[in-house]
């Protein structure tokens, strides 16, 4: 508990020192903001104005503080390129984004612990070395390599699944913002479908890493585990061997897997950068590469500091979870 | 070296690292098509694999396998310099934070806490955009978000064998602090700064390359093969292999690093017994 509260308390600084990176790398850079909105024409006056406008004439640490007070308040400035709020474009794309992300985690989650777990047990057999195989390409592989792949077999050759998109045409009233539970809210199937189906490669591309670390997890933690001496006293007591395995085993194991899990929502949030542009899913990754081609950089910044945030926060569920996850840690 | 050779593994790995760098060296030598690299043959573009052409042609009508070799170049020089450079930064925050325990190695730990609160592919791409599209601005985006990886894991490790009696025994001596760190408890971590700088040559080709994918790595016509992947976008599905051929490049190049750092794990620390495979 203790633990805990020590990590809870060093997130505020953690995240001023992350603003401040941020501010430093958006700032200390020779290209003019002022002059970038202004645009190409503008008269010296017209870019002073800006300037003047924007807190931007400030001595750089009055900025500073300007910025940390506006993040803290929900206010990231206005984006160069579309005029409205960063933060109001954020939060609109924010549940496409992590619609992706919880599928691929579950995906993730559900073929990678399985998997893990048999090949722990059949250890050397073949379907040991193919699931090396599969983890060793899997953390090798570009995402927007496979992700050009998979569109180019399955959407442009075989025909069945859409190239692009979250979905054709509108999508469902928002109610969560994620299509595929409104649609079930709604009774909307032919919508669910459709949501399913552009989801399927998306998925998938972004899965495949976060597969491919917790399969080499859980075999490892398996393999740890399954030497120790509980297991061994178990099977004496005579403790059916699948109740060892999927029961005690598997939790031993999976504290090591826990702690990658952080760690793999932080990178799917990461990854959707990629796998986002190459799908043109309408999400916060999309969005953070529209900002770098249009050089707007408030739009870049705050989408980097929405994703540490979100990394912080993961680190910190997941290091809840594990001392309730660890009977050591009572 | 012997039972890195036996590991079947991370002969794999060493094989096509070898190659690789094979390939950078002799590119000139190696590539059917040498001049290809920035010049174009309009009426040959987009022409499929083929005996000349062994994957094909791009839509300047350049050779890609000839432009891919002169890409191996790029890669393992932005991989090695960026690579180094976060090494060069990490290691000594992580000895002197993990050596001292007093405020200033506290606050060494969390500015590279901070740093890894940021995921290194955001990061990178906010640097990369700031400091325009060129290769050293993209090495010094991959350094500045990479070396916190070395700083942490320096320090821990020499938090483990501050208190080991060779240490101990060293000090006793009369060894200043330098000397120390430098000749006793840097050797005794070496082995796992030397696995993760094997793994972290690949992760720094991964993103490299999607920076070039995204347009912040070097200008064209630079052989960089993410960029090669970006711009065959327009000419799919017909022009499959103009998009297939540089991916397959990055897979290899990364397990190969991968692989092998795998393998000298398994080498270098006799703790973990084979087929382990901790990761």
């Known amino acids: 508990m203790a633990l805990i509260a020590r990590r809870c308390l060093w997130m505020p600084p953690t995240l001023f020192g992350l603003l401040l990176i941020v501010f430093t790398v958006s700032h200390v850079i020779p290209s003019d903001p002022a002059r970038v909105m202004a645009g190409e024409n503008a008269s010296a006056d017209q870019v002073a104005a800006i300037r003047h406008q924007y807190g931007l004439d400030l001595p750089l640490p009055l900025q500073f503080l300007h910025y940390v007070e506006g993040v803290v308040t929900g206010d990231m400035g206005i984006s160069l390129y579309t005029q409205r709020p960063v933060a109001e474009d954020l939060v609109a794309r924010l549940p496409a984004t992590m619609e992706l992300a919880l599928y691929a985690m579950v995906l993730a989650i559900v073929a990678g612990v399985p998997l893990g777990v048999v090949a722990a047990l059949r250890r050397n057999s073949w379907l040991d070395h193919f699931v090396r195989v599969v983890t060793v390409a899997g953390l090798a592989m570009a995402a927007f390599w496979l992700a050009i792949l998979l569109q180019l077999l399955f959407s442009m050759w075989l025909g069945l699944t859409p190239v692009q998109g979250r979905i054709d045409g509108w999508g469902p009233d928002p109610i969560t913002g994620f299509f595929t539970v409104d649609a079930v809210l709604l009774g909307d199937w032919a919508t669910l479908g459709q949501a399913l189906r552009h989801l399927i490669l998306p998925t998938l591309t972004l899965a495949l890493p976060a597969v491919a670390t917790i399969v080499r997890f859980t075999r490892a933690g398996m393999i740890n585990v399954m030497s120790s001496n509980f297991v061994f006293y178990q099977t004496a007591m005579g403790i059916p061997r699948r109740r060892i395995v999927w029961k005690y085993l598997l939790r031993a194991a999976l504290i090591g897997t826990l702690t990658q899990i952080g760690l793999i929502f932080g990178n799917l949030i990461a990854g959707a950068v990629v796998v986002e542009t190459v799908f043109d899913w309408p999400g916060l990754g999309s969005f953070a590469v529209n900002s770098i081609l249009h050089s707007d950089y408030s739009a870049v910044m705050s989408f980097t500091v929405f994703a540490g945030v979100v990394f912080i926060l993961t680190n910190l569920a997941v290091d809840i979870a594990q001392t309730l996850l660890d009977p050591r840690g009572r | ?279």
């Open chain 2, 1 to 279: 070296m012997k039972r890195l050779l036996r590991d079947r593994s991370a002969l794999i790995g060493l094989i096509i690292i070898a190659a690789l760098v094979v390939c950078a060296v002799f590119a000139g030598v190696l590539a059917p098509f040498p001049e290809d690299v920035d010049t174009y043959h309009l009426p040959r573009r987009l022409l499929g694999p083929s005996a000349v052409n062994f994957f094909g042609t791009d839509r300047m009508g350049a050779d890609i396998f000839s432009r891919l070799l002169f890409g191996a170049r790029l890669t393992i020089l932005i991989a090695v310099i960026a690579t180094s450079a976060a090494v060069v930064i990490g290691v000594p925050v992580g000895l002197v934070a993990g050596y001292y325990n007093n405020r200033f190695s506290d606050l060494l730990m969390r500015v590279s806490d901070v740093f890894l609160a940021v995921p290194q592919i955001v990061l990178a791409i906010a640097i990369a955009q700031t400091l325009g599209p060129a290769i050293h601005n993209v090495i010094l985006a991959l350094s500045i978000t990479y070396w916190p990886f070395w700083a942490r894991l320096v320090y821990a490790e020499t938090r483990s064998v501050r208190n080991e009696v060779f240490i101990e025994a060293a000090v006793a001596l009369g060894a200043s602090p330098l000397r120390v760190m430098v000749l006793h408890v840097l050797p005794s971590i070496a082995s796992s700064v030397i696995v993760r700088t094997t793994i972290g040559l690949g992760g720094t080709i991964l993103v490299a390359a999607a920076l070039g994918f995204l347009g912040l790595g070097p200008p064209p016509p630079t052989p960089e093969w993410g960029r090669m992947i970006a711009e065959s976008r327009e000419f799919l599905p017909t022009a499959w292999w103009y998009a297939a051929a540089p991916g397959l490049a990055i897979l290899l190049v990364v397990m190969g690093f991968n692989l092998l750092g795998d393998g000298l794990r398994d080498a270098l620390d006799p703790r973990l017994s084979r087929g382990g495979d901790a990761p």
